[in-house]
Nanobody, 122 residues
Framework: QAQLVESGGGLVQAGGSLRLSCAAS????????KGWFRQAPGKEREFVAAISWTGGSTYYTDSVKGRFTISRDNAKNTVYLQMNSLKPEDTAVYYCAARVDYRPGTMEYDYWGQGTQVTVSS
């Protein structure tokens, strides 16, 4: 059974950094585009970043540009989200997802992880 598992979340002070990882199992997602999303309490899930299957193309929502970096290691079947200069408004559950083709900004993904909590204190 195909599965995506996020890790690396936690509590960090404003201005700090975290690196999220999303490991795939059950199938090879190396040829899939990957995305990161987040959902804050009382808000809808929103797109954060996406990366093509080669890693050659990336796309970010405006609020994280210059602070977050998405990357992938297809040999490890893992995608990462490096988050720097974190702000309290980045507090959310972060999800990774996979889809067959790369469509920047879309919310329509085929596979989703269970999420990892990121809390940024002021």
């Amino acid at each position: 059974q195909a599965q995506l598992v996020e890790s690396g979340g936690g509590l960090v002070q404003a201005g700090g950094s975290l690196r999220l990882s999303c490991a795939a199992s059950g199938r090879t997602f190396s040829s899939y585009a990957k995305g990161w999303f987040r959902q804050a309490p009382g808000k809808e899930r929103e797109f954060v970043a996406a990366i093509s299957w080669t890693g050659g193309s990336t796309y970010y929502t405006d609020s994280v540009k210059g602070r977050f970096t998405i990357s992938r290691d297809n040999a490890k079947n893992t995608v990462y989200l490096q988050m720097n200069s974190l702000k309290p408004e980045d507090t959310a559950v972060y999800y990774c997802a996979a889809r067959v083709d790369y469509r920047p900004g879309t919310m329509e993904y085929d596979y989703w992880g269970q999420g990892t909590q990121v809390t940024v204190s002021s």
